[in-house]
């Protein structure tokens, strides 16, 4: 079958060998993403795409791609490829690189499925100056191990984080933050070098992802604006208990300055009532003055707690308030209180 095929497909295309040209061509495609890290690992995902017309092709994928995902098999280039290509760049570049971290998973479409190999490359970057060169880790003592992209092919590099491109030696299309290399093309032994410089204002000690970075704590301006929010919000708590009223003024003991600039937009409670009001609509007064006209003009402290779901504290200062200006009468009737609208107001 024509998966079958993709392993020798790709192994010529990394290793630049001779291998299958006599293979049909079975439209596979393979993107090698390279995620650039501060500390100078890389993080590789290596898909491949098969596609398939019948579902015994369909059958058949799913069956190799269950053993490439159990390790079984390998499809090309797979782990054993990259491990003696770190081993050898190794050797070139005088610093120890391992692969780590190994993952494999697939998916399968209706008309194509995907192999997929993640891993964790360290010491893929050499270090230069305050930044990084991408350059021996494609090396050995033959040339690069990174010889060509064929058709349907592509290579991104992701710039790391905290990092610009400085200088780069190979033509790539430039995508956010990646630079892209799309088959078909060839690579020189020493073609293939990108250098990264920490970017403006993250000179060395001062990217809080290189190696050198500082340690991590807290900015004293961000500090402060998270207390000012948290004061914000107690305030905010606050003036919604009482109500909504001003906390300044209640603070001041002074109710009678409260704001009412609003009272004549909102209906009055009896109209409010008669017309199918919503009662949430209504002011806090409005909305007590209904209560006791529906209650025969007359109820106890605690049935208006009841009734409107309020704390106990703010029907408190709600009614001293209402007491005050006149709109109601409160009535001490041993450890309760009455509220009654004015003389003249009752419901009979």
Do not use: C
């Amino acid at each position: 079958m024509r998966y079958v095929l993709v392993a020798l497909l790709l192994v010529s295309a990394l290793s630049g060998a001779a291998v299958a040209q006599e293979a049909p061509d079975i439209g596979a495609a393979t993107t090698f993403d390279v995620d650039l890290q501060a500390d100078g690992n890389a993080d590789w995902t290596v898909r491949t795409t098969i596609p398939f017309d019948t579902d015994e092709e369909r059958a058949g994928f799913r069956q190799y791609a269950e053993r490439f995902e159990d390790g079984e098999v390998s499809s090309s280039p797979g782990l054993a490829f990259f491990e003696s290509a770190a081993a050898a760049s190794s050797s070139v570049a005088d610093r120890e690189m391992n692969i780590t971290s190994v993952e494999r998973e697939y998916t399968v479409g209706n008309g194509s499925g995907t192999l997929q190999l993640r891993f964790h490359w360290t010491n893929f970057l050499a270090p230069a100056g305050d930044g990084y060169e991408l350059s021996d880790a494609l090396l050995t003592e033959d040339g690069t191990w990174l010889r060509s992209l064929e058709s349907g092919q592509e290579i991104a590099v992701r710039t790391p984080q905290g990092y610009e491109i400085q200088r780069s030696s190979i033509e790539a299309r430039q995508e956010n933050d990646s630079l892209v290399v799309v088959g078909p093309e060839s690579f020189d032994p020493q073609e293939f070098s990108i250098t990264y410089a920490p970017e403006a204002g993250n000179g060395p000690g001062e990217s809080p992802d290189s190696p050198n970075g500082p340690e991590d704590g807290f900015d004293p301006f961000v500090t402060v604006l998270l207390g000012l929010l948290f004061v914000a919000v107690i305030v905010l708590a606050v003036w919604r208990w009482r109500g909504g009223e001003p906390i300044a003024e209640v603070a001041n003991g002074d109710s009678s300055t409260l704001s009412t600039d609003d009272d004549e937009a909102v209906p009055d409670a009896s109209d409010a009532e008669e017309s199918g009001v919503d009662p949430e609509l209504l002011s806090d007064e409005e909305r007590v003055e209904t209560l006791l006209e529906q209650n025969g003009g007359r109820m106890r402290q605690a049935d208006i707690v009841k009734e409107t779901d309020w704390s106990d504290a703010k029907v408190s200062q709600l009614l001293s308030r209402m007491a005050d200006e006149g709109s109601i009468e409160k009535l001490r009737l041993g450890r309760e209180n009455v509220i009654s609208l004015p003389d003249g107001e009752d419901e009979e």
